[in-house]
């Protein structure tokens, strides 16, 4: 399993006027919390404007995604789904991830979709650790994209 940071690049364009929301959820907290605070530092240290939100579960994700579409230049969203014994893990997953990705594309907005969808425990604290600042940084690469465009 991979343990490390991917590349990605900071920003060459000026997003000082960039909004970012950055939405998370009660359940799972603990695996939630390291993810949270690494995407927070990342933006705070790129000096993008941020605004954070919190929902019950990753269920709510989509519908808060779609709230917070036409305030915000980005939204990420940081969840955990762990596998269990019942098709629930499946049910979910699926049903967040095509809504979050229809807002997006129906909204114009960037939504990163930072939800963990693990086989175990184990493989959610692993990742927890270093996903983060990831999610962060796709957040601006994706912005940073869309000014070399305009």
């Known amino acids: 399993m991979k343990t490390t940071k991917i590349d990605i690049k900071k920003p060459s364009s000026d997003l000082s006027k960039a909004k ?3 939405v998370s959820t ?3 907290q603990e695996l939630i919390e390291p993810m949270l ?3 927070l530092t990342t933006l705070n240290e790129s000096n993008i404007e941020n605004k954070s939100f919190i929902v019950p579960g990753a269920y709510e994700l989509p519908f808060m995604a779609q709230s917070l579409s036409e305030r915000f230049d980005a939204i990420i969203l940081l969840g955990c789904i762990i596998k269990g014994e019942t098709p629930h893990f ?8 095509d809504k979050v990705l229809e807002t997006s594309l129906n909204k114009n907005t960037p939504i990163i979709f930072g939800v963990l969808t693990t086989n175990n425990e184990a493989e ?3 990742r927890a650790a270093y996903k983060g600042s990831e999610f962060a940084l796709s957040a601006l690469s994706v912005l940073d994209t869309l000014n070399k465009i305009k």
Do not use: M, R
């Open 26 to 28: 009660f359940w799972n």
């Open 124 to 126: 959610a604290l692993e």
């Open 20 to 22: 970012l929301a950055v």
């Open 90 to 97: 499946e049910i979910i997953s699926q049903s967040i991830s």
């Open 37 to 39: 605070k690494d995407c």
